[in-house]
């Protein structure tokens, strides 16, 4: 079937976003509009190295998006899927046949937390990285720098400020818990060859955040002049605000074709999407793939063939040590990890390399729609039958 002006939008401009515009544009007949708020591209697994100040982090549009890409700069405001339109932050509206929605994943800090909110600052978004990157000029360079939180976020920003010669804390229940022991001892290792002091523990806990010191829960008080909160994640309120079915966090939750629950027009990818109520874990690494799967879909209802249901697996997870050190996690299908990994200058040399294919990827996709690849597996079929076993034992 040869289709004609079928009109896509695709709201959110990161990674998942840009690989799927890339990839409807391969369709001739598909009009495709890109819809971000920022006229350039964030690289958001460089934004520790923005927040440092020796990167910034982003990449012109007109190197990654395809020729048949239209770039709408501009929010998204509301969207009314019975009327296939999107009502836009400029006052303006964007009509489609079919809505790619994109819209990825920030973080703040906990409201529960007092003081949090006022004189912490978060690192998951461009802005925020870009306050931070300004802070750390208004204290002196042996001022103490606090970071709450020991995921990939919080161990790269540590180390990014250690290794330019601030004076860091890193506080947390586990460094890296996603990571196997054998690589959380290599981020440890590395950590502490930076400079990085480590607080961590099970019964770690912030209690208060204050302008110049970060509160524990054991009444003990650690100076910080500079406070970077990198737990917990959330995503924009677009979708619910639009009346469409979200899970509890907020993404837009669709079956395994991530075609929306509520509308065969609308379809997700990335850290917003929520396919069966069991999203994938939010990253670059799943947000690629998913943004390909999406575009797919889209393109076989357009057809009028059954869309694929997603197929994807995880190969590990790369975290930066500063620039000169890092550890690459191998791991199973599944996510868990693997006993195997690499660190050291080696983990920090692959993990740079996996940044950089990672705008390859996108790049060779605007060249080439269809050219992108992603590892496959059977761990998403085990997955939800593990989730329906647990439903059945509850009920």
């Known amino acids: 079937m040869t289709v004609q002006n079928i009109r896509v939008a695709v ?22 509009t890109l819809v971000n708020p920022r ?11 923005l927040a440092a100040g020796n990167d910034d982090a982003t990449e012109a549009y007109d190197t990654l998006l395809g020729d048949r890409v239209r770039l709408l700069v501009d929010g998204a405001e509301r969207i009314d899927a019975a009327a296939h339109r999107v009502y836009l932050t400029s006052g303006d509206t964007l009509d489609y046949d079919y809505l790619l929605y994109a819209v990825g994943s920030t973080a703040g800090v906990p409201a529960a937390v007092p003081g949090a909110a006022e004189f912490a600052y978060p690192l998951s978004e461009f802005e925020q990285a870009t306050r931070l990157r300004s802070r ?15 995921g990939l976020t919080g161990i790269e920003a540590a180390a ?10 890193l506080v947390t229940d586990v460094v890296g818990a996603s990571l196997g022991e054998s690589g959380r001892r290599s981020v440890v290792k590395a950590l502490t060859r930076q400079g990085v002091s480590i607080i961590d523990g099970p019964d770690i806990l912030v209690a208060a955040v204050e302008p110049d010191a970060v509160v524990m829960a054991d009444g003990n008080r650690l100076p910080s002049a500079v406070t970077v909160w990198t737990t917990g994640f959330g995503v924009p309120g677009l979708a619910a605000a639009s009346g469409l079915t979200t899970d509890e966090l907020g993404r837009l939750r669709t079956d395994e074709t991530l075609t929306s629950v509520d509308d065969p027009c609308v379809v997700a990818a ?10 994938l874990r939010m990253s670059c690494q799943s947000a690629g793939p998913l943004g390909i799967q999406a575009a797919n879909t889209v393109l076989a209802r357009i057809n009028g063939t059954e869309p694929a249901v997603i197929n994807q697996a995880f190969a590990g997870q ?13 791991c199973h299908a599944d996510d868990s990890p693997r006993k195997a990994f690499v660190g050291g200058r080696t983990g920090a040399y692959v993990k740079e390399r996996v940044c950089r294919a990672t705008l390859w990827a996108i790049r060779r996709e605007a060249a080439k729609p269809g050219s992108y690849f992603w590892f496959h597996g059977d761990n998403r079929a085990r997955q939800l039958a593990a989730a329906q076993q647990e439903t059945l034992v509850i009920s």
């Open 136 to 150: 750390p000029q208004d204290v002196a360079l042996g001022a103490p720098i606090v970071v709450v939180g020991g």
């Open 318 to 330: 790369c975290v930066s040590v500063g620039r000169s050190l890092g550890t690459v996690q191998f």
């Open 270 to 279: 990335g850290d917003a999407a929520s396919p069966s109520g069991i999203p």
């Open 160 to 169: 990014e400020f250690a290794e330019a010669g601030r004076s860091v804390t």
């Open 11 to 32: 709201i959110g401009g990161g990674y998942a976003g840009v690989l799927a515009a890339n990839r409807l544009q391969g369709d001739a007949g598909v009009d495709v």
């Open 39 to 49: 006229p350039r591209f964030v690289e958001r697994i460089r934004l520790h190295q």
